[in-house]
């Protein structure tokens, strides 16, 4: 049941093919790094807005909070169903799960009126500010 996506999964692991594709493993659309929490955050004069892209989610398996000027998302995806055939022959998984966990510095914010929704797989988080805050800089000497 050789095929070209097959070998191409398979051969990364062959010593003279893993360096030569190291790169491209490691850097490509479905690395690692590409399965964090991807975000847009959006800042006004009045709040800040935070959208996440949390697909096959539910909203139960999603965590917020707010503590010392940090907004934390956290969300689980439980394992997927195996999908192999009789002999456990699977192309390739790419489907992430596990926990995934991120952290944005939003400083000022009003606790006591941050709202959130979950809608086909978004979370929107908005934070609004403080309305109150000074600017004033705080000059440090250095010695």
Known sequence: MANELSNRFNNWMKPDDFFNNLGRSLFDSDSFFNRDLKTDVKETDKEFVV??????VTK?????AYTDGKLTVSAKRDSFK????????????????????????LPNVDQTGITAKYTAGVLEVTLPK??????????????
């Open 51 to 56: 959208k996440v892209d949390i697909p096959g």
């Open 130 to 143: 403080l309305k109150n805050v000074s600017s004033s800089k705080n000059q440090i000497e250095i010695e």
């Open 82 to 105: 195996d999908e192999s055939d009789k002999e456990g022959n699977v192309i390739t998984s790419e489907r992430s799960y596990g926990r995934f966990t991120r952290q944005y510095s």
């Open 60 to 64: 139960k398996d999603i965590s917020l």
